[in-house]
């Protein structure tokens, strides 16, 4: 079944533990990027990732590192989580760019006390 | 980059047409329209994009104004498996992979 996978679902942590939620895409898109998502605030991009080794910064990136070494993982790094990054975290995946549909993952909800 | 504004919520019965209307007066002649709904608990879903004429495809159409300032998607017979929140999002083109999500309009089906 083509999908994109997130873990883990639910995440609750203390300031300053460095975290990755991994994200996984089983369809060859070359297209990836990370979303949170803040009650009255919508969905907001972090990063994305246009193919292996390309990254670059959406609209709140600060806060969190991606790497992009294979083209079906692009795990999202906190290297000092605190409170303000308590969110839900979705992972979307696209065949090449925007022109094409995005499909999205379940979600990871993270606490960071 | 340009925005949308939806209302807030709607409202609309199950089995009819529901319309969802997107203003973008400030669209530039290359972005594109996207639509994405979520539904409760669970991650966007893409519904449809288009940029000047009409798209239709199995799940909705999407009219778009000629003069692009405005669009409506079109669910042509709504069910309770469509109450989410829809978002209208414009799309640019040039050097511009991201996608800003505003916060949709939450739609409600009734029985």
């Known amino acids: 079944e083509a999908q994109v996978t997130q873990n883990p679902r639910y995440l609750i942590t203390v300031t300053g533990k460095k975290l990755t939620v991994t994200c996984s895409q089983n369809?060859?898109?070359?297209?990836m990027s990370w979303y949170r998502q803040d009650p009255g605030l919508g969905l907001r991009q972090i990063y994305y990732?246009?193919?292996?080794?390309?990254?670059d910064k959406g609209d709140v990136p600060e806060g969190y590192k991606v790497s992009r070494k294979e083209k079906r993982n692009f795990p999202l790094i906190l290297e000092s989580p605190s409170p303000n990054q308590t969110s839900l975290y979705f992972c979307?995946?696209?065949?090449?760019?925007?022109?094409?549909?995005?499909?999205f993952g379940p979600g990871t909800r993270l606490t960071v006390t | 980059d340009a925005k949308t504004t939806q209302p807030n919520s709607m409202e609309s019965n199950e089995e009819e047409p529901v319309h969802l209307p997107c203003n973008h007066s400030?669209?530039?002649?290359?972005?594109?329209i996207h639509w994405y709904r979520q539904l409760p608990s669970q991650g966007p879903e893409y519904v449809i994009h288009?940029?000047?004429s009409n798209v239709n495809n199995r799940m909705a159409s999407l009219a778009i104004a000629e003069d692009r300032k405005s669009s409506t998607l079109i669910l042509h017979r709504a069910t309770l498996r469509d109450a989410a929140v829809y978002y209208c999002?414009?799309?640019?083109?040039?050097?511009?992979?991201?996608?800003?999500f505003g916060t949709g309009t939450r739609l409600t089906i009734i029985p």
């Open positions: 979307a995946s696209s065949l090449r760019g925007l022109v094409y549909e995005q499909y």
């Open positions: 400030t669209i530039s002649g290359t972005d594109y």
């Open positions: 990732s246009m193919n292996v080794e390309v990254t």
């Open positions: 369809m060859n898109h070359e297209y």
């Open positions: 288009g940029l000047t």
């Open positions: 999002i414009l799309r640019g083109v040039f050097g511009n992979e991201k996608l800003t």
